[in-house]
């Protein structure tokens, strides 16, 4: 139930950066369970930058585009 709860937040959190959309995982690269979607990753991991921060301050757009960059980069290099 927890977990719900923190990929609801994550989500919500991502969504005021007005995220780009991505595609459904093509494999299971990453340090997230498999059945969790690539946009609820990054949510996730964007989310998480912004606690490592205090949740305090920062750019919502930053944290998503950062963690878009490590997500996909992670799939690109398991694909590979």
Known sequence: MAKKKRIQAAEEY???AAPVLV????SSAGIFPSAVSVQ???ALLAY???EQRGQT????EEDW????????????????
């Open 48 to 50: 998480t930058y912004w």
């Open 23 to 26: 595609s459904e995982e093509k």
């Open 14 to 16: 991502a969504t005021s």
């Open 57 to 60: 301050s920062g750019s919502p």
């Open 65 to 80: 585009f950062r963690a878009e960059r490590e997500i996909l980069g992670q799939m690109s290099l398991a694909d590979q």
């Open 40 to 42: 609820e990753r990054i």
